[in-house]
């Protein structure tokens, strides 16, 4: 069973414009939410990650958006640029070191 | 700061064969996980050491099997190998508190089993 569900699969999206990702868990549980940004040949890197006690985060070009109440978050990322396209992933955890993935975005940024 | 170190980073081996995967952790990190990542199944948590001690556990057949040592490095060995055991094997290293800290993972090792 999938613990973190996340959507869509894939996405296109023209330089400039905003990318969305969104993500969601069942288990109440989970209390950190990071997200990881991967490009072919390479490991995960760590993008940005929040705790469910602020409903947003905001690094740069990159903003988590968490609602508890749905069970919901979500990744945007503003002006996206070619640069960007990469496999992202959704994660969460219960406070160990065990993440939950989600099954991953392919992001394309057209220039 | 030198990252996460994964060795090697490809490996080929037969069915039946063992193998044994390392993974050195950013100084001073002291939480190694290890993941198996496959176009099918996606990222999966293999297993957690803290302190030479394994503390957590996912779902995986008990021919997967790690240890860590008293400098924190970590490997992981799988026995008998299956066709289905080709993947690329991340690790990721905390500093191990157990109210969550950022996790940072390696280049991975990618596992070629034929």
């Known amino acids: 069973q999938q613990q973190v569900k996340q959507s869509p699969q894939s996405l296109i999206v023209q330089k400039g414009g905003i990318s969305i990702i969104n993500c969601a868990y069942e288990n109440t549980a989970f209390d950190y939410f990071p997200w990881y940004q991967q490009f072919p040949g390479k490991g995960p890197a760590l993008l940005i990650a929040i705790r469910p006690d602020v409903s947003e985060k905001k690094e740069g070009r990159f903003t988590i958006s968490f609602n508890k109440s749905a069970k919901q978050f979500s990744l945007h990322i503003m002006d996206s640029q070619p640069g960007d396209s990469a496999t992202y992933f959704c994660a969460a955890s219960t406070g160990a070191n065990n993440l939950f993935f989600g099954t991953g975005t392919r992001l394309t940024v057209i220039p | 700061k030198a990252g996460v170190t994964q060795t090697p980073r490809y490996l080929i081996k037969t069915r039946g064969q063992q193998v044994t995967l390392s993974c050195s952790p950013i100084s001073g990190h002291r939480s190694v996980s290890w993941y198996q990542q496959t176009p099918g199944q996606g990222l999966q948590f293999l297993f957690e050491?803290?302190?030479?001690?394994?503390?957590n556990k996912g779902n995986f057949p008990g021919r997967f099997s790690g240890r860590q040592f008293s400098n924190s490095r970590s490997e992981m060995n799988v026995s008998t190998l299956e066709l289905g055991d080709s993947a690329l094997y991340l690790c990721?290293?905390?500093?191990?508190?157990?109210?969550?800290?950022?996790?940072?993972f390696g280049q991975g090792t990618r596992l070629t089993v034929v």
């Open positions: 050491y803290f302190s030479e001690t394994q503390r």
């Open positions: 990721a290293s905390s500093l191990g508190h157990l109210k969550n800290t950022e996790a940072f």
